[in-house]
């Protein structure tokens, strides 16, 4: 957003800061590749001070709070700074804490999570060492950062323990609180059997109440025990501290947004980005992306005074990874479910949506490269438009 | 897709899902009830599923964690009221989508 703005809004009018408790930023999408050896630590984490546009201030404190109705940032050292307006962009978290037992003696152990960092290096520690046994990849609850994450963990899983040769000597499990792997009509027709050609069992309807550390077991609500020698969780995921703080969230921290314009339900000059909102889109870094080119143009319509653009359309595109050195690529929105097609040119590709390709796979790896040299720098992606397209896609009416 | 329900026609999806809430009524999830075998719907059945309603009609996405912390019912009593799925059944039976990844 402070690469966009700092181009569109007249220097001598507008300061612009950028506030992070962080000094580091992480390629979130890479700590998928991390366990399995594919990326290195250095290949996900750059130093912030590179990434700060020129002309935009940087702020590196801990907010303590947000004050909307007095248009202020409170700082954990009582210093604070006014704003007219306020971009939210605080991101999601993983809170393992909320299940009983599931930050306890095994966490880190033989309990892993891969969505941060220091969880992805040390599975990839453990994976190092690991030569088999049971492995369940688990999701606690929706909505949780890059839904396809585990899924595509599993099925990198696969791949990699094919390679070590040690496949036979490990049974993967998908435990999710959904009615399948697959729940959108055309991805269960189309994707089903990847589960059962990559033999990884599946257990669905799955509401975890407790990680048992001693007999090494997941426990749901009903009753169902599944047992583990290594658990790879995706626990709740929730908005940042700073929003339950502030009084500005959901229950889960996330802050009330319009679904089209991306303003702040409660407060006019307050807009939200990413995974801080609570808007039905996926929590994956393209809707960021997407989000950012219409919020630009709505920050500056707002400064206008002039009606805001309804025009998000909750557009994601994901490449899933499948093992193999493949991967399939998604293309949806808030109403469009993903289908099969080509993407982006329609009838060219070179890319096929929903359809397992290398082509696909290259383009998921050459994404950390757009990811630093092209979105961080507020560059739109060739062809790819900030909402959805439905040609190229093979829909069929209901 | 269409199907006949408690004598009505409505719209389903692939898994008998209502695809339009307007078309719901009473009858419809008394007979969803039968068929996913939770069997004749008490009050408090009636309060949750409304509480679902309520919260697809304002756009709010389901999980059972809000279920759990809505003060209409918790957890251990939205499973022992629509056993084997709870969200997957009673959303089936209000007439609503039930949760959905993205594919």
């Known amino acids: 957003m402070a690469s966009h703005l700092v181009k569109r809004l007249p220097k001598k009018d507008w300061n612009l800061t950028i506030v992070d408790q962080s000094k580091d930023h992480y390629y979130q999408p890479g700590f998928l590749f991390l366990p399995f050896d594919t990326y290195t630590e250095k290949d996900v984490v750059k130093s912030i001070n590179g990434l700060i546009p020129k002309g935009v201030n940087y702020i590196n404190k801990v907010v303590d709070k947000i004050e909307p109705t007095n248009n202020q940032i409170l700082f954990q050292d009582d210093q604070k700074v006014d704003y007219d307006i306020l971009i939210v962009a605080t991101g999601s978290r993983i809170a393992p804490e909320e299940i009983e037992g599931m930050k306890g003696s095994g966490w880190h152990k033989d309990v892993y999570d891969f969505y941060t960092f220091e969880g992805s290096r040390n599975l990839r520690n453990f994976l190092r060492k690991w030569e088999g046994g049971k492995m369940v990849v688990h999701i606690t609850e929706m909505p949780i950062k890059c839904p396809v994450a585990p899924l595509e963990f599993s099925f990198l899983a696969d791949s990699f323990f094919k390679k070590k040769g040690i496949r036979k000597n490990v049974d993967i499990t998908y435990v999710t609180p959904l009615s399948g792997a697959f729940t959108k009509p055309t991805s269960s027709k189309k994707l089903g059997y990847l589960l059962e050609e990559k033999d990884i069992n599946i257990v669905p309807d799955f509401n975890i109440m407790e990680v048992n550390n001693d007999d090494k077991k997941i426990v749901s609500y009903d009753g169902i025990e599944v047992p583990y020698d290594v658990l790879v969780t995706v626990p709740t995921n929730m908005g940042d501290d700073v929003i339950l703080r502030s009084g500005m969230g959901d229950d889960l921290n996330f802050v009330p947004t319009h679904k089209h314009t991306l303003q702040s339900k409660n407060h006019e000059n307050v807009f939200v980005i990413g995974d801080a909102t609570d808007v039905p889109a996926s929590k994956a870094g393209s809707v960021a992306h997407f989000e950012a080119e219409t919020l630009t143009d709505n920050i500056l319509l707002y400064i206008a005074g002039k009606d805001l653009k309804e025009e998000f359309d909750g557009h994601s595109n994901c490449f899933i990874e499948t093992g193999n050195n493949k991967a399939m690529l998604i293309d949806f929105n808030y109403d469009q479910e993903p289908v099969d097609g080509t993407f982006p040119i329609a009838g060219v590709g070179p890319l096929r949506l929903l359809k397992e390709s290398v082509l696909n796979h290259w383009g998921k790896l050459a994404f950390r490269w757009i990811y630093w040299n092209m979105l961080l720098k507020g560059i739109p992606i060739p062809m790819v438009s900030r909402n959805m397209k439905i040609a190229g896609k093979n829909i069929t009416s209901k | ?103």
Request: hydrophobic share 35%.
């Open chain 2, 1 to 103: 897709m269409e199907a006949t329900i408690a004598g009505i026609n409505v719209k389903v999806n692939e898994e008998g899902y209502l695809t339009e809430f307007s078309q719901w009524n009473e009858d419809i999830a008394k007979e969803i009830s039968v068929q996913e075998e939770i069997g004749e719907l008490t009050e408090k059945h009636w309060t949750v599923l409304k509480y679902l309603q309520n919260q697809f009609e304002n756009e709010i996405p389901l999980t059972i964690r809000k279920v759990g912390k809505s003060g209409v019912t918790n957890i251990k009593e939205f499973y022992a009221l629509f056993p084997g799925g709870p969200l997957k059944k009673a959303t089936k039976i209000a007439g609503i989508p039930k949760p959905v990844g993205c594919i």
